[in-house]
C-alpha cells in the first residue's frame, strides 16, 4: 500500500467540510478556494472542486451569484445557504467528537507503547 494514496484519501474525506468552512464568513469564487485549500496543503486541482461545488449546490447547501470582474470575465461566488449553514454546524460538531476520538485512540496507544 502506498502512503501517498492513503493521504489522498484522508484529504478527500474532509474536503467538502473544508470547503463550507471557507465559505462560512463570506462568498468566494473558485480561485480563492483553490487557494485556501492549496495554502493549506489540502491539494487540489480545478477538476476536483467544481464537480464537489456542483453536488453542494445541488443538495441545497450552496448557491451562487455572478459577479463582474475589473480583471476579466464575470466571477462565480459561492456561498452557504441556511441549509448549508445548519449543515456544517452539524459536520463541525462530528469533526471535533471524531477528532477527539482519534486523538483518545492514537494517545492511548502511545502510552500503552510506554
Given amino acids: 500500500m502506498k502512503i501517498e494514496n492513503t493521504k489522498a484519501q484522508m484529504r478527500k474525506g474532509v474536503l467538502e467540510y473544508c470547503i463550507l468552512s471557507i465559505l462560512k464568513d463570506e462568498d468566494a469564487y473558485v480561485a480563492e478556494i483553490l487557494d485556501t485549500l492549496k495554502d493549506a496543503k489540502l491539494l487540489v486541482v480545478e477538476g476536483t472542486i467544481y464537480p464537489l461545488l456542483t453536488r453542494l449546490k445541488n443538495a441545497g ?51 500503552n507503547n510506554e
Fill in 61 to 111: 447547501l450552496l448557491s451562487y451569484r455572478w459577479e463582474e470582474s475589473t480583471s476579466g470575465p464575470p466571477r462565480k461566488y459561492y456561498g452557504l445557504t441556511e441549509t448549508g449553514k445548519l449543515f456544517l454546524n452539524e459536520l463541525s460538531s462530528t469533526w471535533d467528537d471524531l477528532q477527539k476520538a482519534v486523538q483518545l485512540v492514537t494517545t492511548q496507544k502511545s502510552k
